[in-house]
């Protein structure tokens, strides 16, 4: 049967992000430009028993910030789910922020279907001694110890350096605050080379003026944290990756089911000097 809070949930903690362990300092003086971008989302394949006839919607992501600053995202992920017997609107939203050099990070998320509440996750987040101390103000309030892990900002910049470098195949602890937000994911990346785009290519024609640059094919599998031996992901994503944290053409897999998201729209912010 589908899920919807778990569609919402998944994205929104994947978005695009991929981390590495290591800790704030690891990341880079990657440069991660501050835009919106919008996709247009529609099913790609759904099993029988995902419960899923037909699917489609919208996906707005919006990066601004800087370094000194902190890092805040913005993130709304609309679907209209048909199921055969009937048809539901699922609605997320998600607001994060993120200081890297104190390695804090802060995160709410609603989830909404046919426009009524179903669920709200908030917290905050911090690096400790010996991992990452979650505080959970909702649905209830809790404290949370979990593994080293980084936050998605840091996270990008440290994937973008390991591409440049290069390196193919590597895995990663992360925590962004998805689901329940007192989990952390275990991730497996795959980066190939750098390609060109072509005239035929997917979306590149809405990628303005990213449309002539170079670009990474990235693959992401995640896992739960808690798993053993040759687990299967909860799910996979694939997408072209900019050396500025700008991504287009994605695949978003959930094993019964598989979304396609197309770059709609994309608009470049100013980005801020550091003073």
Known sequence: MFRSDFVS???AGACFFVMTSGGAG??????????????DLELKDASDRSGIAGMYGRMVYEFNGSACEGYTVSFRFVTQVDTGDEVKLTDQQTTTYEDIKSGNFRFLTRSFTDEKLDKEVRGSAHE????????????DKRQVDLAQSLFPTEHMMEVIDRAKKGETLFESRIFDGSDAGDKTLITTTMVGKAQQPKPDDADVGKAGAMAAKSYWPVNIAYFNDEASGDALPIYRMQFKLYDNGITRDLTMDYGDFVLSGKL????????EECK
């Open 26 to 39: 690891a990341a880079s003086a990657s440069i991660l430009v501050p835009h919106r971008a919008v996709y």
């Open 128 to 139: 400790a001694d010996k991992g990452v101390t979650v505080d959970l103000t909702a649905p």
């Open 9 to 11: 949930a998944s994205v």
């Open 264 to 271: 709609a729209d994309l608009e470049m912010f100013k980005t």
